[in-house]
Each structure stands twice: as structure tokens, then as C-alpha cells.
């Protein structure tokens, strides 16, 4: 596998959160927009711009898509924020910086969390309109985005998963959190760039699919690297699992079992696009570094 | 000033709510989805909807916008189901039933609120295009309720409220937490109406002058009420204000005083639109029930 470097978009989408804060913040200042835009910057993967952008090209896109990209990013960044506060995770690192209720305050990081699902729901409504979408297709968009967004996306994962703490889940269970909390903006991401580029609807599918398959793969990752990497490595706290008798693939499978997992897993991701002619270089590489990946 | 009975407005609202969760809730169960059913359900003024649906009528609509008026109702619904949590202002009691965490638990009743904005999101998305507007006007109509709902709007607003407890605000301090918490939304209702009627700009400006002095003169009588009505009245926890030392109008201006400040704001906010030729029966009606309204 030849490593593909994503850095030129990845630039691309930087850029485009750096104008979307600019805009829709309205020239505003405080401690709840300075949040934002801390939580916005910085060095992350950006593994869902890159998807947007990846996806969007596969199905013959042409246009620019970063700010499509940029706007399915606001939403990771909210729910990294909550996700790190005292009252969730209490993490203080995240991508090797001290995480932003750490930085802003608790009260700021909480209210900058809130604020940036309507930024994301403003910026994607944009970015449809910019790329010269119709009603109906830039309608679909929006809710995409929201939905992947909402109880039947994150946050239901994220529910599900704060009921299970504190007791052991099954591997159906699990599977259940994750592809919530996890795999539902991967899988988002994925049918944003096809619908941007006005995907066929079994084109569409397999993107779906494909973003559900790695999605999970991402989170059987995560759980294995929280095993095996220090928190150098990861930019993050590691061994947090276990320190908190969370339900964790290694612990239910083995981490050879759930590497093992993770690999079917992406094996299933890419058939299926092979299957729609749409396996491209970039999208196989993604699929196989999501379950690479040593952070 | 003969009294004007909203009451199919509200029941069209009410059954746009319906409507609403059960199609956006995919049939889903749970915690989190019954929490925000019982949010969206219940006996509320609906003042904001009202406000969408006149605002659309003064400006000449004769379509149904009610889909678009339960979308603003769905974010309010969340600002209160967050500023009832035992973080917040810790509150047991609203439209006379018990409050959503005291039914459903903290952890659904948050995650219900922070589902809900993506919910409202795709609402108002939905909304505009079955209005058969284009793609900017759909655009500007989800920026607009979302604008409302994030760091320039809502969330903004109950930042400075939070950052302002436990130390006196001036009038203007005070204002702008009103402005932002309580004005903003009210505000966007009466821009969305006219968007939604495809208002010309001055008439869309004289909405948004309308619904920013109401706003004000809402809050003002929410803090005159805090003081003089009963619990019973309220249908939530009265007497709050003072018990958490909370800076208000009648504390800085008295209640004669405070009183006073709200029916010029409603003065104000007739006269503009009666100068755009759009003073309906309804909306003068509406903004005088905002200060004479007894809960």
C-alpha cells in the first residue's frame, strides 16, 4: 500500500474553518467564540474532510467541497469538546494540546459545544447553496448532516453509552454505541460527498456502507490503541478504558480478536465500492489507515 | 383591545410537532426520544410560532407555514429543557408539569436538548422546500434559525447570563443578556415569517425591529412576574430571581419602573410596523400580550 499524503486538502479544509469561523462568528469576541475557533484549529486527522473530499471525488465531483468538509468537522470538533468535559470523559489533552474547557473554562466549552451544531447546520446550508445545489438536493444536506448529528446519530450513541457505564455490554451492545456515536458521521461523511457530487442512489449505498464498515473499524482502533500506545503517542490520555472498566472491544474479543475485527471490517468496506467500480487509491488507503493508524 | 384567540395556530403547531417527532425520530425508542417527545408536547403559549405564522400572514403568506413555526418551537423547547437542568437554574416544575430530567433523568433530558437542535435543523430545512422556496432562500432560512440558536443568539446570551451570576449587571449588561437569551429567537421568528412570505427587505427589517422590542419587553415581564405572580401562576418555580440573587429589571429599575421600560418597547415596536403598513390586529395584539400576560 502506497501511503497517500492528504495534505494539501487537509490544508484546504483548515482553511475553510478558518473562514467559516470568521464569518459566522460575525466579528464577535468572548470567551465562548475564542473556544470555538481553539477547538476548530490545531493539528487533528481530519479523517472526515478527508472522506467528504474523497468520496466526492470517486463519484466524479469536480468542484470544491472543503467547505461541505469543513462544516462535518464543526460537528467532531462539538463533540470532542463535550466529550472531554469534567462532567464526560474529564480529559485534559486532546490532539497534544490541553483540551479547550481546560484552556476556556468549563462554562465557555460548554456553551461553545452547544453553539456549533447550528454553525455546522449554517455552514453546510452554505456550502450546498455555493455548490449550486437545488432545493430538495441542498434540503438533504442540511439534514443529513443533522441527522448523523442528533438521536439517531451521535448523541443517541453517546446516551447509550453513558447508560452502559459502569456494567459490562455485549458485543451486539457495543457494536450498537459505536456505530451511534462513531460510525454515524463517518457514514455521513461519506454520503455528504457523494450527494455533492449528485451520487446514483446505489452508488450512495455503498458509501454508506463503506463509511458504517470503517466507522466501526475506527472504533475498534481506538479501543486497541487505548490498550497499546502511551499517551504520547496518542496526543491524548491513554489506558482510560480500563481505568474506567469501560466495555471495549479488546476486552471482549482479545486485541487479536478485534484487530482481527477491524480487518473484516475493511475487507467489507472496500468490496463493496469495488462493487460499484468506485474503490478509488484514496478510499482504499483510508480504509486500511483506520485501523493502521498509531494515534 | 379585543383579545385575539390563537388557538387554531397553536393546535396546527401542536400537530406540526407530532408530525415532526415522529418522523424525525425514524420510530426510534428510548430515553432520550421520549424525552424530547414529552419536551415537545404540553400546554406552551407558543408565543414564538404564533409569531411565525403572523408575521407570514402581515407580510401577505396565505401558504401553511406551521412545519416551520414547530422548528423554532423545537429550539425553544431545548433552551428550557437545558435551563431547567439541576446545572442550570435546577428548576422542577414547567408548564405546570414536571420538568423533562425530573421525568426522564438528567443524562436523556441533555442528551434530548443537544439532539434537538440538529431536529430543528432539518425541520426548518424540510420546511422551506415544502414551501417551494429555492435553494438560497432555504439557506437563509436555516442560517437564520440557526444563527439564533448558536453564539451570536441563545447560546451567547446564556454564556453572559452564567458569567454574570453572583454579581450585579448594569442596564445595558442586563439588556444584552436579554437581547441575546430571549430577544434573539423572538426575533428570528418574525424574520422567518417574513422570509418565508418572501418579505422585502424594509418589511423583513421592520419584522426583525418587532420582534428584538417585544423580545426585551418579554423578558422584562418574565422578571416582573417572577416577583408578583404565584408558582401556580407561572406554572414553574416563582420567586426565583431574588432567591439566586439574579440581576433584573425591577431590581435596577423597579417594578413600576420596569413595567414602564416594556410597554415603550411595545410602543416601539408597533410604530415601526405601522409604518411599514403591516401593523395587523394580531401583532398588536401580540406585543401587547407579552407584557400583560399573567404566566
Redesign the interface.
Known amino acids: 500500500m502506497i501511503p497517500i499524503d492528504f495534505g494539501a486538502d487537509r490544508a484546504r479544509v483548515a482553511r475553510a474553518l478558518e473562514t467559516l469561523v470568521t464569518r459566522?462568528?460575525?466579528g464577535?469576541g468572548?470567551?465562548?467564540?475564542d473556544a470555538?475557533r481553539y477547538s476548530l484549529t490545531g493539528e487533528g486527522k481530519r479523517l472526515r474532510a478527508v472522506l467528504v473530499l474523497s468520496a466526492y471525488r470517486a463519484a466524479g465531483g469536480t468542484g470544491d467541497v472543503s467547505d461541505l468538509a469543513a462544516a462535518v468537522e464543526v460537528v467532531h470538533a462539538y463533540s470532542l469538546v463535550?466529550d472531554d468535559l469534567p462532567?464526560m470523559d474529564d480529559d485534559a489533552m486532546r490532539r497534544g494540546r490541553p483540551t479547550v474547557h481546560v484552556v476556556h473554562g468549563v462554562?465557555?466549552a460548554t456553551?461553545?459545544g452547544?453553539?456549533?451544531?447550528?454553525?455546522a447546520?449554517?455552514a453546510a446550508?452554505?456550502a450546498?447553496?455555493a455548490l449550486g445545489?437545488?432545493?430538495?438536493?441542498?434540503?438533504t444536506i442540511?439534514?443529513e448532516?443533522?441527522?448523523a448529528?442528533?438521536?439517531?446519530g451521535m448523541?443517541?450513541g453517546?446516551?447509550l453509552d453513558?447508560?452502559g457505564e459502569g456494567r459490562s455490554l455485549s458485543l451486539e451492545e457495543l457494536e450498537r454505541v459505536h456505530r451511534l456515536k462513531t460510525g454515524a458521521l463517518i457514514e455521513a461523511s461519506m454520503a455528504l460527498g457523494g450527494l455533492a457530487a449528485r451520487a446514483p442512489a446505489p452508488l450512495l449505498e455503498a458509501f454508506r456502507r463503506y463509511g458504517a464498515a470503517i466507522g466501526l473499524a475506527f472504533q475498534i482502533a481506538d479501543d486497541v490503541l487505548d490498550i497499546t500506545a502511551t499517551t504520547d503517542q496518542l496526543g491524548k490520555t491513554a489506558g482510560k478504558d480500563v481505568e474506567y472498566r469501560k466495555s471495549t472491544y479488546p476486552a471482549l474479543l482479545g486485541v487479536a480478536g478485534a484487530k482481527a475485527r477491524a480487518e473484516a471490517l475493511v475487507q467489507e468496506a472496500c468490496a463493496g465500492l469495488q462493487g460499484q467500480g468506485a474503490l478509488t487509491p484514496e478510499l482504499e488507503f483510508l480504509a486500511r489507515f483506520v485501523v493502521a493508524r498509531r494515534s
Chains 1, 2 share one sequence.
Open positions: 459566522c462568528l460575525d464577535r468572548g470567551a465562548v467564540y470555538i463535550h462532567c462554562a465557555a456553551a461553545a452547544m453553539a456549533m451544531v447550528p454553525l447546520a449554517r446550508a452554505d450546498a447553496l445545489l437545488d432545493a430538495e438536493e441542498s434540503s442540511v439534514r448532516l443533522m441527522r448529528s442528533g438521536a439517531g448523541i443517541g453517546q446516551l453513558l447508560e
